[in-house]
């Protein structure tokens, strides 16, 4: 910020803030990762998400696995759809995501993913060989869905989890999606013991996950617009209570760090309006930085 502004920072800046404001890193709350498991709400809430990391990473790895007992087109072509078909789950997270927020867009997004999954059964066990390309279809339709959740999943998660454990608890959850993605070459590898049916129940078992990974997420609260827990307190409290707007007066300085970071107030300079619009342009709350 400095640097857009053409400001100077004092080399002392921090020794004063902290002399002005008394605050000391020994003096910030702290969490450990077993806080989590503490409370019923907190504890369900980490369960699922831990479940929906490991389950996106199974379905997302094992539908790439998948490729060759699809049953219709060549290796080659197949693997250059499954990866083509990333760009539109992209595009799609990134128009939808702040209208119509995390948990809808995550649930809708397993899914539609689990479903499409489940309904290959009907066309590899029932349907001839020239409607195989059904099956491959809907395979691309189930990775869409993988891959728009686990682009979900990382920002739902990191946004649930209080400040004070955030790192530590999307570490362990990334470690559950590992852990999935250990799993899924094994039920791939069904389609050597049972054949069709086995075609057919690897993606069977992938689709009931993330219908169940989907459904699940529901139970969390959405986190779009609102201000996110900073203390294991806050994160039991977190979607428990109806969200309220904020009004004009509220967003003040003191209530910034509720909301994000914390932007220092420093006196003996001067920015203009005109080099701090580009960056708060949004904002109703004036920083003479």
């Avoid at 939808?96 to 809808?104: D, F, I, S, V």
């Avoid at 489940?118 to 691309?140: E, G, H, K, S």
């Avoid at 057919?200 to 169940?212: C, E, Y």
């Avoid at 509220?250 to 760090?257: A, R, W």
């Amino acid at each position: 910020m400095a640097d857009v502004n053409k400001v100077k920072l004092p080399d002392n800046l921090f020794e004063e803030h902290e002399t002005e404001t008394g605050t000391h890193d020994d003096d910030k709350p702290k969490g450990s990762f077993f806080d989590l498991f503490t409370t019923p709400v907190m504890c369900t809430r980490t369960l699922i998400i831990f479940f929906n990391w490991m389950v996106v990473s199974m379905v997302y790895y094992g539908l790439s696995l998948n490729l060759e007992n699809l049953g219709a087109g060549s290796i080659h072509l197949n693997f250059l759809l499954v990866g083509l078909v990333e760009f539109p789950a992209l595009a799609l997270i990134v128009g939808l995501l702040n209208r119509l927020g995390r948990k809808t867009l995550h649930c809708a997004s397993m899914l539609l993913g689990g479903v499409s999954c489940i309904l290959t059964i009907f066309t590899i066990l029932y349907a001839d060989q020239t409607l195989q390309w059904v099956t491959v279809l809907l395979a691309m339709v189930g990775k869409l869905g993988s891959t728009g959740g686990f682009l979900i999943i990382y920002i739902f998660s990191s946004e649930l989890f209080p400040t004070v454990i955030r790192q530590s608890a999307t570490g362990a959850s990334s470690s559950c999606a590992r852990a999935g993605a250990m799993v899924a070459p094994y039920i791939v590898d069904m389609v050597w013991i049972c054949g069709d049916l086995g075609r057919a129940l690897s993606l069977l078992v992938f689709g009931s996950l993330a219908i169940l990974a989907g459904l699940l997420a529901l139970f969390l609260p959405e986190t779009l617009n609102r201000d996110l827990p900073e203390t294991i307190e806050d994160g039991i409290k977190f979607g428990r209570q109806s969200p309220r707007r904020r009004s004009t007066d509220e967003d003040s300085e003191e209530n910034l760090p509720q909301r994000g970071l914390l932007l220092l107030a420093m006196s003996n300079s001067r920015v203009s309006n005109r080099n701090i619009s580009p960056i708060c342009s949004d904002s109703t709350t004036h920083v003479n930085a």
